[in-house]
């Protein structure tokens, strides 16, 4: 069965330092990969995705993820974090099966202090 | 575009009593999705549709219920709510097929059971 494990769950960090949140995903199909936020009280937002291609996507806000096959991992990335940042970050996973479903990690906490 | 759109944002109920937790999407996508967000458990999928006049459980579904009578509308039924219920849910769409997958969320409903 497939499974999404993010391996922390809070990364505090200081303002225009860079951040890595990780992501482990097991699975023996074809894979897709999500990065999803959550601002506070709010609902989730795609913030980048790896369907097949190139394994580096990148999103429009500065992270960037990298799909690494043999390691089953896709840690989402940024060299220098903003106040702004400050949300849960999601990872999520998805088969070939074309049902559209996901399975989503416990989530990561992004704390971002001045 | 609505997009995903939610109804009510929040609820109180008492043990026992039953209630529909609205989803309405005007994106035309056959893929839609309740989940349930609780603290450091990510997002758990209850139930999902493929299209009108087809839904199938997801990794939660007990104590909950779902039709899909028309591509636009998949309202979550509780029929005895139970306060293990309590929690926040999302209701999310996406396109079908290759190369889609992307998830659109709804805001989310809050709820609490006494």
């Known amino acids: ?114 | 575009n609505a997009g995903v759109t939610q109804t009510p944002k929040f609820q109180v109920l008492k043990t026992g009593q039953s209630m529909t937790l609205q989803c309405a999407q005007d994106m035309n996508h056959e893929y839609m999705s309740w989940y349930r967000q609780d603290p450091g458990m990510g997002l758990r999928l209850i139930h999902y549709s493929v299209g009108a006049g087809i839904t199938d459980q997801g990794e939660v579904p007990n104590g909950y219920n779902v039709s899909r009578s028309t591509t636009e509308d998949f309202p979550l039924r509780l029929l005895s709510a139970a306060p293990s219920q309590t929690s926040v849910y999302f209701c999310a769409s996406a396109l079908q097929g290759e190369g889609s997958y992307e998830q659109y969320f709804g805001p989310g409903t809050r709820l609490t059971v006494t």
């Open chain 1, 1 to 114: 069965a497939q499974s999404v494990t993010q391996l922390d769950s809070q990364v505090p960090v200081f303002e225009e330092a860079p951040v890595e949140l990780r992501c482990n995903y097991s699975s023996s199909v074809s894979v897709y990969l999500f990065w999803y936020v959550q601002y506070p009280n709010q609902g989730l937002q795609l913030l980048l995705k790896y369907l097949s291609g190139s394994t580096l996507v990148e999103s429009i806000n500065g992270f960037e993820a990298e799909f690494n096959k043999s390691q089953t991992s896709f840690h989402l990335r940024k060299p220098s974090v903003h106040i702004s940042d400050t949300a849960e970050y999601f990872c999520a996973a998805g088969g070939s099966s074309n049902t559209g479903k996901l399975i989503f990690g416990q989530g990561t906490t992004l704390q971002v202090k001045p």
